[in-house]
C-alpha cells in the first residue's frame, strides 16, 4: 500500500472557507484518519506549505499544446470565425496520432506543474479520430492526472465526419479506468447539423452520460440559430434535449437574460475562461455573473487554472465596476463542485474518506493568512509559481517540483521536434 503522511501545513478548506494546521495522511487513493495503522509510510515534510483539494480545470483542449508560438503565413484572422478557420480548424486536421499524444502528454505535464489534478478536455483531430481518446487517455496516464475526455463531433467534415466523433465518444465511454472517464463531446451548434444535435443528445441519454460542449462563445452560434430555426439558440438546446444537469457548456459568452435563467432552471455547469474570450475578441460573458454552476477552464491558452482566476476576477472588475468584489474562493471551488457532479465523489475536501486528489503550495506569505482574507491571498499572492508536489488518488505525481516518473528534458526535447514537423505541415 503507498501511504504518505503529510507533516506541518495549512489545510486550506474552500467550502466554506477554512484553514487549519495539521498533519495529513493518504493511504491508498483516500485521505484517512491519522490514527490509522499502516506498515510503511513515506513522510512529506509540508512546513510553509498550503494544501488545497487538487484544482480542477474544467474546459480545455490538449491537441493545442503544440501551437505555443505558432505563426502562420497568411493575412491575420478579423474575426472569431476567422480564428477559428486559420489557425484552429488547420491545426486539428494536421494532428496524427504521433503529434496528439506528445499535446497530451506536454498539456498534461503543464496541468500538473500548475496544481491541476483533474482535466476536462474537449478534443478534435478530424483526420484521427477513431481511437483519438485513447492516445490521449495513455498520454495523461503516464502522467498520472485525473481526467474527462470527449471527442468534439462536428459536420465540418460532412457527415461520415460527425459519424465518427459519435462513434469515438460512444467507444470510449465503455473505457474501466478508475481516473479516465468519458463524456459525450459535441463541438458547437452553429458546426453540427440538426440530426447530429439529435444524435449526440441521445447518445448521452442513452448511456446516462454528460454532455460536453462549446456554445454561444462568438455572435456565429446565435446568428445560426436565427437563420436556421429562427428562434434563441439556448432555448433550441434546450428543446434538442442537449441542456440539463448532466450538461457541461463552455463559454456562453453571447446570452440573454432568459438564457441565462433557462441554464440555471435546468441545472447545466457552464465553464468560463475568459482569457480565451479576450484573446478571440468575442467579449466578456456577463450572463454568468451571479451563475452559482461556472466552473474556471482554459480553453487551451495553457493550462494554469490560479493563472485563469485571477483573469476572471479582473474581467469581472472591468464589467461591474470597482463596487463589485469577486469571489475568487466560490470559483476555486465550483471546479470542486462540478467535479462531484460529475464523479458522485467527495472532492473538494480535506477530511478523512475523499479522494486523495490534493496540490501542495509552497506559500510562506509575508502578511497575515486566514480563513477571513484567503481570497485575497489567491487573487494577490498565490499562483502556480508555487506549486511544489500535486497527488492524485494518493499517488504523487508532482514532488517537490520534479514530475514523478518522467523525464522532463527528453520528453521536451522530443515535443520540440514533433513541434517543428506539425508547424511546417501547416504552413
Ligand atoms: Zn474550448
Redesign the pocket.
Known amino acids: 500500500m503507498h501511504a504518505t503522511l503529510l507533516i506541518g501545513g495549512t489545510l486550506v478548506e474552500l467550502s466554506p472557507p477554512r484553514l487549519v494546521r495539521a498533519d495529513l495522511l493518504i493511504a491508498r487513493d483516500r485521505i484517512v484518519d491519522l490514527s490509522t495503522e499502516i506498515p510503511t509510510t513515506s513522510t512529506l515534510d509540508c512546513s510553509g506549505c498550503l494544501i488545497v483539494p487538487g484544482l480542477v480545470l474544467g474546459?480545455?483542449?490538449l491537441y493545442s499544446s503544440l501551437a505555443t508560438g505558432l505563426s502562420l503565413p497568411g493575412p491575420a484572422p478579423t474575426t472569431f470565425k476567422e480564428i477559428l478557420e486559420r489557425i484552429w480548424w488547420r491545426l486539428d486536421q494536421a494532428l496524427d496520432e504521433r503529434s496528439l499524444r506528445t499535446s497530451a502528454l506536454i498539456g498534461g505535464m503543464a496541468a500538473v506543474r500548475a496544481g491541476v489534478t483533474t482535466i476536462v478536455d474537449?478534443h478534435e483531430s478530424p483526420n484521427f479520430i477513431d481511437g483519438s481518446l485513447d492516445v490521449i487517455a495513455d498520454a495523461l496516464r503516464e502522467v498520472g492526472v485525473r481526467a474527462y475526455l470527449s471527442y468534439?463531433t462536428t459536420d465540418r467534415h460532412g457527415p461520415a465526419g460527425a459519424q465518427a466523433g459519435l462513434r469515438e465518444n460512444e467507444r470510449f465511454l465503455g473505457t474501466t479506468d478508475p481516473l479516465i472517464k468519458g463524456m459525450v463531446g459535441l463541438h458547437a451548434p452553429f458546426t453540427a447539423s440538426d440530426q447530429t444535435l439529435a444524435a449526440t443528445a441521445d447518445l448521452a441519454s442513452k448511456k446516462g452520460a454528460w454532455l460536453h460542449f462549446?456554445a454561444a462563445?462568438g455572435p456565429d452560434d446565435q446568428q445560426a440559430a436565427q437563420e436556421r430555426w429562427g428562434t434563441r439558440l439556448l432555448p433550441k438546446l434546450d428543446q434538442l434535449g442537449l441542456l440539463g444537469p448532466h450538461t457541461l457548456l463552455?463559454?456562453g459568452v453571447d446570452l440573454d437574460a432568459s438564457e441565462r435563467d433557462l441554464l440555471q432552471a435546468r441545472g447545466s455547469w457552464v465553464?468560463h475562461?475568459p482569457r480565451?474570450n479576450q484573446n478571440n475578441g468575442v467579449g466578456y460573458a456577463h450572463r454568468l455573473l451571479g451563475l452559482e454552476q461556472v466552473a474556471l477552464?482554459t480553453?487551451?491558452i495553457d493550462q494554469d487554472v490560479m493563472a485563469e482566476l485571477k483573469a476572471a476576477c479582473w474581467a469581472a472588475r472591468a464589467h461591474t465596476g470597482p463596487a463589485i468584489w469577486p469571489d475568487p474562493i466560490g470559483r476555486l471551488s465550483a471546479g470542486h463542485q462540478l467535479l462531484q457532479a460529475l464523479s458522485g465523489d467527495t472532492f473538494g475536501s480535506l477530511t478523512p474518506g475523499s479522494p486523495g486528489d490534493l496540490t501542495v503550495f509552497q506559500y510562506d506569505p509575508a502578511t497575515p493568512l486566514s480563513a477571513n482574507n484567503l481570497g485575497g491571498h489567491l487573487l494577490f499572492g498565490l499562483g502556480s509559481q508555487h506549486v511544489r508536489d500535486v497527488f492524485v488518488a494518493g499517488r504523487p505525481l508532482l514532488r517537490n517540483r520534479r514530475l514523478v516518473g518522467l523525464d522532463e528534458r527528453a520528453t521536451h526535447a522530443q515535443a520540440l521536434e514533433i513541434a517543428a514537423q506539425l508547424w511546417r505541415k501547416l504552413s
Open positions: 474546459h480545455t483542449h474537449h468534439g462549446h462563445e463552455a463559454h465553464t475562461q480565451s477552464g480553453d487551451g
